[in-house]
């Protein structure tokens, strides 16, 4: 299998309900922040792509039709480049603020949790390599990516930066509610009957955290 679509926005806009959508697209699996947590072996590749040493991408994402979301977001100018015939697509929220609010309450403050337990020696492995990754993941995003207006400044940075270097014959935008029609134009596949998957709300974020077991 090939990546047929690399994903360079960051988590938090809409990217689960873009990965079941791809999914239902492609036939494939797309990969997102959920598959790197099921899979101990990926932590450790993500975390070296994050401090700069060289990954086989091609090895790496075999398994995968399409990426979306974090950990790949924070390396996607390196995936772009591995399949450089994939369609990059930059999902975002409608402001920075939006996008805090709803990160804030999810993925930031499920890592600053994660990254506040216990010191290293205290983890089993599995546990100490994902707690690694997710720490490099956000350093390389901002290192302050805990504090509201460096996280919001960095999220602005990023999605600039995917406009500056990806060609506009490459690059397609895409906001929730947007619906199949972006997507399909971009993979040049027929718009499905189904309604669109709409998943991850925050709500159903922070009910499955409680369901694992965690605060």
């Not at 504090?147 to 919001?152: F, G, I, S, T």
């Amino acid at each position: 299998m090939t990546i047929k679509l690399v994903g360079a926005g960051v988590g938090r806009t809409g990217t689960h309900s873009l990965k079941l959508a791809l999914e239902h697209l492609l036939g494939g699996t797309c990969h997102h922040m959920y598959e790197v947590l099921q899979r101990p072996e990926e932590p450790p590749v993500w975390q070296a792509a994050m401090e700069g040493r060289d990954v086989d991408w091609h090895a790496l994402l075999d398994p995968y039709s399409a990426i979306v979301d974090f950990p790949g977001a924070a390396v996607w100018a390196d995936i772009a480049d591995a399949f450089p015939d994939a369609p990059v697509l930059l999902s975002t929220r409608a402001t920075a603020e939006q996008w805090w609010q709803s990160a804030d309450q999810t993925i930031v403050d499920a890592s600053r949790k994660m990254l506040a337990e216990p010191p290293d020696h205290e983890m089993d492995p599995e546990n100490r390599a994902r707690t690694d990754m997710v720490r490099a993941m956000w350093n390389k995003f901002t290192p302050g990516w805990s504090d509201p207006q460096q996280a919001q400044a960095a999220y602005e940075a990023h999605n600039q930066a995917v406009r500056d270097a990806v060609p506009a014959d490459r690059l397609f935008e895409y906001q929730p509610g947007d619906g199949w029609q972006p997507l399909c134009a971009a993979l040049g596949v027929a718009v499905p009957a189904e309604p669109f998957p709409h998943t991850n709300s925050r709500d159903e974020f922070r009910a499955r955290r409680k369901m694992d077991g965690e605060s």
